[in-house]
């Protein structure tokens, strides 16, 4: 691949604002004496013709001194600095990654490397896979050609996701979780060599922290084939590897989200390929007992929202006999509901197997929910409520006879007002 290719690619896929940000850091690159390269997934990206989010460049010197100087000549900011030598750069709202080329060593399995500073042949070695190790050249002008040690262009043209050696997975295990996102992300296979590692080094995932398999987990239900993901995961033995609880959760995310012959589909789902992904991590939830849960809450680390649609979901299931009942009210339903997360519910909702708890819960997500009396606290204080809590309560009151029908306008409500004043 020459220069002009990639340049042509370059200019035809990135947007305006961050082309002219990419021309320019490498033409202040070639003055300061500095080489300056994009790489990884924006690379990957590009050959691939997907959009591309982030933009990485690794600087063989010092990122943060070459951030500094492309900031103050495009009048921008270097917006945010790390210990490992990289820096943020902002221009007329678009943003660079700038990182200092380096190697990196694995003390033991799931620590975090020990870094050195390193050239680009370095840096490309201590990544992942062979199409995330490329890099191109924005420094040399039209004699730049792409870096690519490990033959990532032809594991892009057959669709392999590959690693680099064998020890990519023992030195850090969260690449196990990546190579299944890659994978059903770009819908590649994983070679031969690979898939055989990655089932080896399935234990390597307990060395992980909480924090960083939550991280991946969270990467996992973000992306748009989320249900293959999880899929893919139980038959490669990664979900149970992440942890017990979820073993078998791609299935029971593929049935909930395709449910066979319920006749009946939450507007939940129209018009989008995919759910958010607090749903995803609900619906992961209504697989699992009480202990369960909270053993996957505790691994995960899991904070206080994630928790509460773990257990939300959990209790909620338990009361799917009671929700069932065609002959509740419509205010019963929504106090029964309203405490709960929205996503649990939403989760319930397309997991429950019964067609009257699915009807129930979707009233309540797409009607019942949104149903608020016109009167508000001031109004009820005008109409002589004490201030304090009677407040509150009295609007609940007031919430429930709107959704029973007892009221229908404002006059009605403040009718009803009246009448309850007069009887206290
Ligand atoms: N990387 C790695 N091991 C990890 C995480 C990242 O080797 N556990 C390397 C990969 O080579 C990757 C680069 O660091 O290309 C940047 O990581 P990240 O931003 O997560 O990857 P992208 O390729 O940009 O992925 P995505 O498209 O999912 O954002």
Redesign the pocket.
């Known amino acids: 691949m020459v220069y002009l290719d990639f340049l042509q690619l370059l200019e035809t896929s990135l947007p305006a604002g961050r082309l002219a940000l990419v021309r320019t850091a490498g033409q202040i690159a070639l003055e300061e004496g500095v080489s300056l390269y994009l ?4 690379v ?2 590009l050959l691939l013709g997907r959009p ?3 933009l ?1 460049l690794v600087v063989e010197g010092d990122a943060e001194s070459l951030a500094s100087i492309i900031a103050k000549r495009l009048s921008g900011q270097v917006v945010s600095r790390s210990q490992f030598s990289t820096a943020k750069i902002k221009v007329d709202g678009v943003s660079l990654d700038l990182i200092t080329a380096r190697s990196e060593h694995y003390s033991r399995p799931g620590a975090l490397p020990q870094i050195a500073h390193g050239n680009m042949e370095d840096d490309l070695a ?4 062979s199409i ?2 490329m890099a191109f050249p924005l420094h040399t002008g039209a004699k730049g050609q792409l870096l690519d040690p490990f033959d990532g262009q032809a594991d892009l043209q057959r669709g392999l996701i590959r690693v680099l050696h064998d020890k ?1 997975f023992v030195d ?1 295990a ?2 196990i979780m ?1 190579a299944v ?2 994978e059903q ?1 770009l819908g590649f296979r994983l070679e031969d060599d690979t898939e055989t590692l990655l089932r080896r080094d399935l234990p390597m995932l307990d060395t992980i922290s909480g924090d960083r398999l939550r991280r991946e987990l969270q ?1 996992w239900l973000k992306e748009e084939r989320c249900v293959e993901i999880f899929v893919r995961g139980d038959q490669l033995g990664v979900t149970g590897a992440i942890h017990p609880s979820l073993a078998g959760s791609g299935e029971v995310i593929k049935k909930a989200t395709n449910p066979v012959g319920a006749g009946f589909k939450p507007a939940l789902w129209e018009g989008t390929r995919s759910l958010d992904e607090y749903v995803y991590l609900g619906l992961l939830a209504y697989a699992m007992d009480t202990l369960e849960g909270e053993r996957l809450i505790g691994r995960l680390r899991m904070p206080p929202r994630w928790a509460a649609v773990v257990r939300d979901t959990i209790a909620l299931k338990h009361k799917l006999p009671r929700l069932s009942d065609a002959s509740l009210s419509p205010s019963q339903l929504y106090e029964a509901l309203a405490p709960s997360s929205t996503a649990a519910v939403q989760a319930c909702a397309l997991a429950a197997p019964s067609g009257e708890a699915r009807r129930n819960l979707t009233l309540f997500l797409e009607k019942l929910r949104h149903i608020k009396p016109v009167l508000g606290g001031k109004d009820l204080i005008e109409l002589g409520v004490p201030q304090g809590p009677d407040i509150g309560e009295m609007l609940a009151r007031l919430r429930s006879a709107r959704l029973d029908g007892a009221v229908t306008s404002r006059s009605e409500e403040v009718a009803l007002m009246k009448s309850w004043l007069a009887a206290q």
């Not at 790489?39 to 924006?42: L, T």
Request: aromatic share 8%; net charge positive; charged share 50%.
């Open positions: 790489v990884g997934g924006a990957r990206d591309t989010e982030d990485d201590r990544r992942d896979f995330n190790s990519i850090d969260t690449r990546r996102r890659y992300r990467l």
